[in-house]
Every structure is written in C-alpha cells, then in structure tokens.
C-alpha cells in the first residue's frame, strides 16, 4: 500500500476528482523567469551549488541534533520515553524512513520549498502509529471560511484530490504571508539564483568552447543563406566543444577574425563569488560553511559557528517545536525539545574550564557533566557540592566569636 492509498484509507479523508487540468497545475510548483533571463525553479536551484550546500547543511544539522520528549511535573522534567510519538521520533517514523531520515527529508522541504507536509497515521485510541511525508508540489492549502481551520488538498497520481483535514496533516512553515502557508526561499530569492545559474551556464559554455569566445568567419565572395548556414555548422563541429584548440584550415578566401574577451567578461569569476554571498544572505549561513573563507580566521571561524547556531538554527529548531508540540502532542506537561549543548560547546579547554565552575557553585553535578561528554555516570557523581561551600557556613554571624575569657 503506497503512503497515498494509506492516507486515502484513513477516517477523515475524502477523494475528489480533478476535473481540469488548470485545477492540477495549481497544486504543482512551476518555473518562474528570472531577470537574468534563466528559468528558477526547485529543481534548477538546487543545482546550484551553493544553494544545494545550504539546504544540506540546514537540514542534516537539524536531523542530527536528538530531538526529546520530555513531561514535566512541577519543577522537575524527565524524559517521556514511554509514549508511542516517542518511538515515531526516535526510531522509525514509517515503515521506510528513519526518524533521522523523515527528519532529513522534512527539513529539506522547510527550507527549500516554504512547508514541509507529513500525514499523521493514528491508532483507534489516538496514539500516532506513524508520521508519512508527502511532497509540497502536491499539497495546496485552503482555509475555510466559516471555522477558519486548515483542509489541506493533497493531489493524487490517479487524478484525484484527497481533502486532508487539519487534525490529520502535520505542517511545519517558514514565514508565511498568509498565516497558514510559507513562502519558499528559493522563489524570494530566485533572481539573486538566477544570477548564479546564468554565471554558470556562460562559464561553462566559455570552457566548453577551450575559454576561447567565438569569432567571425568572413569572406569577399558573397554566400547564400543556405551556404553560411553550412559553414556555420561545418566550423562548429569541426573547431568548437573539444575540438576549440585546434589548427583551421581555410580556403576559398574564408577569413576568421576571433573576438576579443574583454576584462569584464573575463571577472564573472568576481560575480559567482558574490552570488555565493548573496544564497548565504538568503538563508543566513556564514560564507566559511559555504567554502568562503575569505573573511575567515582561526579567531573568528569558532564565533561564527555559534553566531550559526544561535542565530541560524534556533528560528529553525524553534518552529519544528512549536509545530510538534501543537499538532502532535495532546498530553498535558509534555513537550519536544532539541538538544542543542553539544553544537555550542567550544575546545576542550574552554568547556572543562567552563564545567569547573558549573560544579564549584554548584549548577552542576559531576555525573551531569560526564554526561555531557558522553562518559559513563560514577558512584557519588551526582551530589552536588554543599551549600556552604558555595557561600560560606550556613548561619554564619557577622558577630566576632567570644570565648569563656570573655
């Protein structure tokens, strides 16, 4: 059964039939011409690389932090590990993914397309069996008028439209105009990569040709349109591509004149190196994690990743939390929450510096600190240091101590 069919089974859907072809054309993402004249699409940015790099590294850094239950009674939280959304989260999320791997593919969708989507599979009791992804190219998203809740269209290969409600579809979106559906990045920003795709093409169109621009072939004699169209043709397969670097012989009076490369077109190295500027402004990534480093040094390089962390992958961390624990999540006391520690910590010296003083004042036992540094727990590892130690004797008088001389 494939995830549609298992959406389509579930309570709550119902399947209507696409009755034009305009109507499915809504639900698919289609090309936009930038002003650089290139088409920009999903597909075509991705090929980009600094574009691909960045969706990649959103999306493996936010799939590799633990993402944890946790239930809390008063002041004291501990992990839920006993609920079923437990084990969709931390082991498999279907039948075949990972929880690494949906975790991957969503955050893909998040950052690339403005929404990620993934049916929500309950048991008769309510509890989630399963979490199924479903592409944003096929998911439109209404909002009804009368009880402003969210049905969400999800187009079918057989040429239907399921009617998904709100209750059964989990949606996590970047910033939405709208209020309930994100708009993607890649179209916000697709004239900046239209830039960099078009940089591309004539770079690789100028190598293609041995970085050699092309010329004129010219002669006294005068030629039909037919005979130019064969020359034309003849010179290219003969001298271009592979070929660009080889001896022309000419006859019949034929002159070539080859056209100079002036020093603007020889800089667009200059231009793809700013377009990499301008795709790590769009998604807010240090130019270093993006192979620039021009900027970068061994006394910066250390800030700019934490500047990554709080800055870049927080709001990110953030909305997938907060969609978890409003759409997922229907126990009272219980929440989801990234473990982002190990992503913050500096050089060694740093940290065990830092642990030093966390446990002197007591912040911190020194089980917790093991834990932290993935090492086993030790016996009477979890006391902490006493009270007193901290700010003196307890019940400590100001008052000069007397003695029976006294």
């Given at each position: ?185 890649l179209k916000q920003g697709a004239d900046s990569i239209g830039l960099a795709l078009a940089s591309e093409r004539w770079g690789a ?11 004129i072939l010219s002669t006294d004699g005068k030629l039909g349109a037919e005979q130019m169209k064969l020359i034309a043709e003849s ?59 021009d900027k970068a040094s061994f006394s910066n390089i250390e800030h700019q990743s934490l500047e990554f962390v709080k800055y870049t ?94």
């Open positions: 059964m494939t995830i549609l069919d298992r959406v389509r089974a579930a309570f709550g859907v119902r399947a209507n039939t696409i009755t034009t072809s305009q109507e499915l054309e809504k639900l698919l993402l289609s090309e936009r011409p930038g002003i650089a004249g290139v088409d920009v699409s999903p597909k075509t940015a991705m090929m980009v690389a600094a574009v691909g790099a960045s969706v990649r590294i959103l999306s493996e850094s936010v799939a590799q932090l633990p993402l944890i239950l946790y239930r809390k009674d008063g002041q004291k939280r501990e992990r839920a590990d006993d609920l079923a959304l437990w084990k969709v989260l931390h082991g498999k999320a279907n039948g075949w993914q990972s929880s690494f791997e949906f975790v991957l593919f969503m955050v893909s969708h998040l950052v690339a397309l403005g929404n990620c989507y993934a049916f929500v599979n309950r048991l008769k009791n309510g509890q989630i069996y399963e979490l199924l992804p479903i592409h944003p190219d096929r998911v439109e998203v209404k909002q009804d008028p009368n009880t402003f809740k969210l049905i969400y269209r999800v187009a079918v290969r057989d040429g239907q439209i399921l009617e998904v409600p709100q209750s059964s579809m989990f949606h996590v979106r970047d910033f939405t105009e709208n209020g309930f559906e994100g708009v993607s990045r169109q100028l190598f293609g040709n041995g970085a050699r621009p092309s010329g010179w290219k397969s003969a001298h271009g591509g592979k070929n660009a670097l080889g001896t022309a012989v000419l006859d019949g009076g034929m002159k070539f004149s080859p056209l100079v490369m002036n020093n603007t077109d020889a800089q667009f190295l200059e231009t793809r190196k700013f377009q990499v500027n301008e795709i790590a402004r769009i998604y807010r990534i240090p130019p270093h994690m993006l192979a620039d480093l992958l927080m709001p990110w961390l953030r909305r997938i939390e907060s969609a978890i624990n409003t759409q997922l999540i229907d126990t009272d006391g219980v929440y989801a929450e990234f473990l982002v520690d190990g992503l913050l910590r500096g050089d060694v010296k740093a940290r065990y510096e830092a642990y030093q003083i966390a446990i002197s004042i007591g912040v911190m036992s020194p089980n917790e600190v093991r834990a932290l540094e993935n090492l086993n727990p030790r016996e009477g590892g979890d006391e902490f240091i006493p009270a007193e130690n901290i700010f003196g004797k307890q019940g400590a008088s100001d008052e000069p101590e007397t003695t029976a001389s006294d």
